[in-house]
């Protein structure tokens, strides 16, 4: 699945919605908030703000992005961290911490 997410650029991160304002799709409110708008009510999803602004930074550089990617890439990164380093590090880690016990 593909989720799109809105992206802050200055801040290299993905804002989650209560990070988002940005103006209401429906009622044209300027200060709506990502999750839902304070005027009209309305629940809103933070990539359906019209000109969104990140609520960390206050910039405008903020894209939609799929962050679909991104989650693969720390699965996979995960992964690889368990087989390899994790798993050998959890051996000599166990081992090691062991032998400081005893000293
Ligand atoms: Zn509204
Ligand atoms: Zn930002």
Redesign the pocket.
């Known amino acids: 699945m593909v989720v799109q997410q809105l992206f802050c650029q200055p801040c290299q991160r993905f804002l989650s919605d209560r990070f988002v304002e940005g103006t209401?799709?429906?009622?044209?409110?300027e200060d709506?908030r990502g999750d839902q708008?304070?005027?009209?009510?309305?629940l809103?999803n933070s990539i359906e703000l019209k000109n969104p602004r990140c609520k960390v930074c206050a910039s405008l550089d903020v894209i939609t992005k799929n962050s679909d990617q991104v989650r693969i890439n720390v699965v996979i990164y995960f992964f690889k961290l368990i087989k390899v380093e994790g798993l050998f590090a959890l051996l000599s880690g166990f081992c090691g911490s062991t032998q400081a016990r005893e000293k």
């Open positions: 209401c799709p429906s009622c044209g409110y709506a708008c304070d005027k009209c009510g309305r809103t």
